[in-house]
């Protein structure tokens, strides 16, 4: 633009020129923030030239001084000035800036793209993560860039500027890791959360909140929370919030869309803006299901103990009323709905039902109900005495042979549990209950043990007191007689155990010569033998092994009566001593054709046992497997790790026990008939023997056989 004027410099003074003015505007964010002028004159005198003097130097003190990098380049791409703003951004020399080429230098797309735009005459615009070609520093500039055109409309070239924006970047940048950070925590969290703005309507929500109230997100997004909820306890809590206070709940909660019921606990904060503004509430849902089982449970515990203290001060009440109470209190503490209790007679094969509880005798409508009934005729109710372990149905009405079905007008069970009550080895009654809401546990079953064992002290007790009332007055003749009978009792007793003592010495003096010459024999040291000689000693041989371990036995048995048996307790590799013992019984095994399959692995934990004991343990156990396992039969050995116990396997596949007999396996001079004993021959100590030495080990053991089909024993031993 092209300018005559007059100008007054001085009184007096004025100036007449022609100016020429070239300006480009400097925009920041889409706004104009200044402009740039370049004035072109010819000077007519001196007054003219000292103005432009003036105007030049301001506008070179804002182009030096500005706070944003202001550069310029010509119309093929090249800088030809910039100020230093610009120099430190790039960290550039202006050396090595000066002539630089925007258009072929500069490698990334976008900032080249918005060069060439300024050189068709466009503005341009770049903002974002920038290497510069020169320094290779990496910064985040915003650059917007005018194209200089002319009055005649000459396009000069292009003017930049250059805006460091790092710190801004990295502001955000941290805002939006610190807001996915928050999110995360909202979205993870193990509580439900959620927002309702300050008319109760609930405006977002995390997972856990919906998973908590059995609810999709379309269903929550909008509920009011003031208007929707019926719960009196929770809408309170939430209008407390919109008073600006904070708000409890903690209760059992039906969620009004679901309809769940669920145990809540739920903290309410207001949300009030910086101005004081309240935005609404923001609510932290719990589900304290769990803390309240335990809390329930816990309350049960209590209960149990109070029952049982209650029980124990019962003793000057009738039998009845002790049976009665403690029918009553197993169906409440087990939560049932029925319950009842039978005795058993001596030998355990006959139930008298003693008593029902209430609930169950006004459910039932048959008019004679039987009182006493076999074991034989018992169903799946009668398995706990069978058995000889509680038994747990929590699906009653499933298929099961045990079954024999129950009258008509029987109460209906839907789930049932049984327990045998012992005293000593012998079970006495037989105690059930039924129709719990929920499925049967450990829990349960431990709690009706606890309860009928504590009923069954007492009754002995009231029996006791009962039976010294009514001979208080043979009191003083029946201790001199039981004390007479005592002592006898006690000198025959020691008279056997040094009878049996004296005997199996005297018996093992010549078997020892017997073994010792028979061994020579059969070797051939004293002379060769024929086949039929040598078959003839190994009799002799055998025989006098068994005989040996006979006269162990009944030493053995004699200690444990004497309490004379010492342990020798040490760390023992059960492998070694498996491999020992099966290396002695190989000549057995091969006699009768058996197969014998060991799974034992080398590397098994240490036990603490007496190596001595547990070999005599293990050769009795595999003595009686090739006793009834017929020829060609298999013998399998096992033993592996069990949580805290090393447990060992010895199965065969001999003729097997009824299940009926395998209680009374363990007791000592048992066999299951006389047929047996003169068929296999045997004391019938050795798994007394054997179950002696287990428990001295403070382990278990016990037997599973089906007739026909073979027998395993298991042996479980404390690592």
Known sequence: MTILNTITLKPNIELVFNYRFSFSRIINDSYSTGGIGISEDIIKNEGAEELFNDSEKNYRLIFENSPLGIFHFDHIGMITHCNDKFLEIISASRKDIIGFNMVTSIRDERMRYAVKAVLSRKPGHYEGKYCTVISGKLIFIKADYNPNISEEGTLLGGIGIFEDISERKMAEEALKESEKKYRMIFENSPLGIFHFDQNGMITHCNEKFLEIIAASRKDIIGFNMVTSIRD????????TVLSGKPGHYENVYQSIISGRVTPIKAEYSPNISEDGTLLGGIGIFEDITRRKEAEDAWKLDEYRLETLLQLNQMTDRSMQEIVDFAREESVRLTQSKV????????????????????????EC??????????LKSTGLWGEALRQRNPIVTNDYNAPNPLKKGYPKDHVKLTRHMNIPVFDGEKIVAVAGVGNKDEDY????VRQLTLLMEGMWRIIQRKQSEEALQKYANELSKVNK?????NEELKSLDVMKNEFLSNISHELKTPLVSIKGYGELVFDGTLGSLNEQQRKAVNVVLRNSERLRRLIESLLFISGLESITIQYQIEKVRIAEIIDDVVNDVN???KEKYLKIEKCVPDNLTLIDGDKTRLSDMLTNLIDNAIKFT????????????EEKYLHIELKDTGIGIPKELIPNLFQRFYQIDASIKRRYGGTGVGLYICKSIVEAHKGDIWIESEEGKGTTVHIRLPR
Do not use: C
């Open 481 to 485: 007689e039981l004390e007479k009978a």
């Open 630 to 641: 017929p020829s060609g039969g298999i013998i399998v050995l096992k033993a592996y790790e």
């Open 339 to 362: 319950g009842y209790i039978a005795f058993v007679n001596e030998d355990e094969a006959i139930l008298t039902m003693h008593s029902w509880s209430k609930t169950a005798m006004l």
């Open 232 to 239: 009196k306890e929770m809408k309170n809590a939430v209008k």
């Open 587 to 589: 000549l057995q095994i």
């Open 441 to 444: 546990d450990e829990s349960d």
């Open 365 to 374: 409508k048959i008019r004679d109900k039987p009182i006493v009934y076999t």
